[in-house]
């Protein structure tokens, strides 16, 4: 395993890792995440500047390391979120510090194909984290995205459903841009492994 992602983590979870990494941190990938906190040992979405900003930088500091190989602009699911991650605090940042050789490359994380779609389309990222596996492969936005995170399905209209991109589409669009695919969620968040019968998935 070369590719490390803490995307959240408790303090002693982090030191752990960096211990773990001392004297090799070169033979490995380092995934971090600027937009999410750990608060009370439970992980929070944030986009409060200084406290995404104080994670971070923790990170960095924990992990004893003076770069990240990927710095995620972290779960972006709605098109207000992506303008103002993209053309306010958290963009600039990440590209500041990508200036400073604290992050070598810009990356995306997004649930949602559209949102997904207008992040690539950017040309500001070169990294989205995006669910690749049958449950969400085979089930339409909808339906997939609240299944996987144990969500009640509220379903999209015929005219939302004609709107929004398709999964091959965004997957043929990264590769158009150069923008590399990190598969999140393989395993549906357990669903694929657990909500099985007879060879095929629960409510396929």
């Known amino acids: 395993i070369n ?15 960096g211990r773990a990494l001392e004297g090799r ?3 490995v990938y380092l995934a971090g995440h600027l937009g999410c906190v750990d608060q009370e040992g439970q992980y929070v979405n944030t986009r409060d500047e200084a406290l995404a900003k104080d994670y971070l930088q923790q990170f960095y500091e ?9 710095l995620f602009l972290h779960n972006c699911d ?5 303008d103002g991650i993209m053309n306010g605090w958290m963009y600039a940042h990440a590209k500041e510090l990508q200036a400073q ?3 070598k490359f810009i990356g995306f994380s997004s649930h949602n194909t559209k949102v997904a779609m207008e992040a690539v389309k950017t040309g500001k990222i070169d990294v989205l984290m ?6 969400f492969n085979l089930l339409p936005q909808d339906s997939a995205d609240a299944r996987m995170k144990g969500r009640e399905v509220q379903a999209m209209t015929e005219e939302e459903k004609a709107a929004s991109p398709t999964k091959q589409e965004l997957y043929e669009l990264c590769e158009q841009m150069g923008v590399g695919l990190v598969a999140m969620k393989p395993f549906a968040g357990g669903n694929v492994l657990k909500n099985h019968k007879e060879g095929h998935l629960k409510g396929l």
């Open 3 to 17: 590719y490390i992602d803490l995307f959240i983590g408790t303090p002693t979870t982090r030191e752990y890792f």
């Open 62 to 70: 924990k992990l004893n390391t003076d770069y990240i190989d990927v």
């Open 25 to 27: 941190r070169e033979q």
């Open 130 to 135: 995006f669910p690749v596996n049958p449950l």
């Open 78 to 82: 709605t098109l207000e979120d992506l």
């Open 101 to 103: 050789g604290k992050a």
